[in-house]
């Protein structure tokens, strides 16, 4: 078999692994009902399911990418497979709700090894197959960016068919068939660090992971406001952990996370920025959106989810385009026109106020996939052409850490909007913040500039 076949099976594999997180982060929103009745659950608790994955992906992410830097990509994206294989399995005959969450941890935390260590092996897999990274990466992007729109209709159709246990089982043929590719023709890693366990663990900064990991949670839970009367002492313990591990970090050698190097590389820090910005705009359809056009709009969830369709064929449908229009033109001119195109969309969902013809919402779907698909790929082919490659792990975390900071603020911005009701009005209000955002996020992706 040929170098570029093997390295095309081999970024399929990648790409089907890269999946998994985002669609687990979205299907299992058509299962909180049946959840609910199957273990007599209210719907403050139910939403636990959700929340935990949650938190632990956009924690975990950093952290998977650290340790793809330092043992090997391809040795933790088996390993992160094998754990949602064998989690997935246990999962489904969970005794109750609590086990069942500490199974979505245990899944967030597999999942999450998959798309940092992807973009860890996409320079083997292109000096092997003598290709531009954007090829592998456009790939491995458009799994990554798809899985979470198509979420929901998979997940009914898994639901209504067999029941909210199959949301699990089916990751088990999808982690197994990964494992068996990426085991079969994904290149072995390159030599890592070696040493005794004790020396690998006196190096690893656990402190400095642990106030990392400890201040996202807190953080963050406090923006979800999952624990109302302890929101602010969260913020306040997440500000704290912040402080004590930007100091760790600034005097510890070799640092989890080097804050003096991030500091330094102002590219990096404008695609993060941009990218956070950018995942507001776009979850600010995604989740509002669904809502509207349910509760406004009056139509079935099952339809809904078939309007909001369009949206993930039309990045997939760009995403080829966007990577020879990268080769091309090359990453800032297709990033800044995506924003452009992004800032456009949103102008458009100012129509929903009118009308929720099925037409109109097919066509603005389709016109917010557009962006979705061509942002999304060029912020990654941004990221990485920012870092060196021995960053390259904790990089792509962080990255996706990124688009769950900006879907928490969508989140976060649409319970406000929507707290005096699901109306028309309350999502005209919307679009206008959807325009400030879109404008934040040009602004900083004219600031931006390729490394040299």
Known sequence: MSNSSRNGLAV?????????????????????????????????????????????????????????????????????????????????????FALLCVARVFMALGTATAYPSAVVM????????????TRPLGRIQMANTSAAAVGPVVGGLLVSLVGWQALFLINVPLSLAAIFIVRRFAPDDAERERGSALELLRSSDIPGILAFVGAMMLVMMALLNVLPELRWWLLGGGAVLAALFVRRELRFSPPFLDLRLLGRNRPLLLV????????????????GLPQLLQEAG????????????PLAAMSV????FAVRAIDRFGVKRVLTTGVVLLVVASGMMWLLTASFAVPLVLALTALMGV??????????????????PQERGVAAGIFQTCRYLGAITATVLIGIFYGTGVNQANWGLMVFVMLGLGAVAFVVTLGWRERG
Do not use: H
């Open 371 to 388: 962006p979705y698909g061509v942002v999304s790929i060029a912020s990654s082919q941004g990221m990485y052409v920012s870092t060196q």
């Open 122 to 133: 996409v320079e083997a897999l292109t000096r092997a197959a003598k290709v531009r990274s």
């Open 317 to 320: 449908v760009l995403t080829p």
């Open 12 to 96: 399929a594999g990648l790409s089907l692994g890269t999946a998994l997180n985002p669609l687990n982060s979205s299907m299992i929103a058509v299962a909180l009902v049946v959840l609910r009745a199957d273990f007599g659950l209210d719907v403050a608790t139910v939403t636990w399911v959700i929340t935990a994955f949650y938190l632990t992906s956009a924690a975990g992410q950093p952290l998977m990418g650290r340790l793809a830097d330092r043992f090997g990509p391809r040795r933790l994206f088996l390993s992160g497979m094998l754990l949602v294989a064998v989690t997935c399995a246990l999962a489904p005959f969970a005794p109750n």
């Open 298 to 309: 009056g139509y079935d969830p099952g339809i809904v989810g078939l309007l909001m369709l």
């Open 272 to 287: 993060y920025l941009g990218f956070a910005v950018f995942n507001g705009v776009y979850y600010f359809a995604f989740f």
